[in-house]
Nanobody, 125 residues
Framework: QVQLVESGGGLVQAGGSLTLSCAASGRTFSNYLMAWFRQAPGKEREFVAHISRNGGTTYYADSVKGRFTISRDNAKNTVYLQMNSLKPEDTAVYYC??????????????????WGQGTQITVSS
């Protein structure tokens, strides 16, 4: 069983920055592919970014590429999402997720077996 707890959400003006953190329980965090997804009101959950087990490979949705950075610290069992140049359309609940069996495709929510409770990001114009 893996527990994921996000933090760092809040209200920010357009053009601002926020960093989300996701702390994971368990001793095998370094074995998990980790990702961030988001869900805006009335929309389906969408992929934001994922990161490989050792942090060496990352992948981003086109909508956030160049503005968001995903990273991880395996010693702290934590994954981060640094968000810069935020836009009102980034407003959503952000979720971290763990893919413990390394299923593919890593951009699909269905391949992730553990989820955090979500943290709200609101970007005002």
């Amino acid at each position: 069983q893996v527990q994921l707890v996000e933090s760092g959400g809040g209200l920010v003006q357009a053009g601002g920055s926020l960093t989300l953190s996701c702390a994971a329980s368990g001793r095998t965090f370094s074995n998990y592919l980790m990702a961030w997804f988001r869900q805006a009101p009335g929309k389906e959950r969408e992929f934001v970014a994922h990161i490989s087990r050792n942090g060496g490979t990352t992948y981003y949705a086109d909508s956030v590429k160049g503005r968001f950075t995903i990273s991880r610290d395996n010693a702290k069992n934590t994954v981060y999402l640094q968000m810069n140049s935020l836009k009102p359309e980034d407003t959503a609940v952000y979720y971290c997720a763990a893919n413990t069996k390394l299923r593919v495709p890593a951009t699909a929510a269905g391949t992730y077996d553990y989820w955090g409770q979500g943290t709200q990001i609101t970007v005002s114009s």
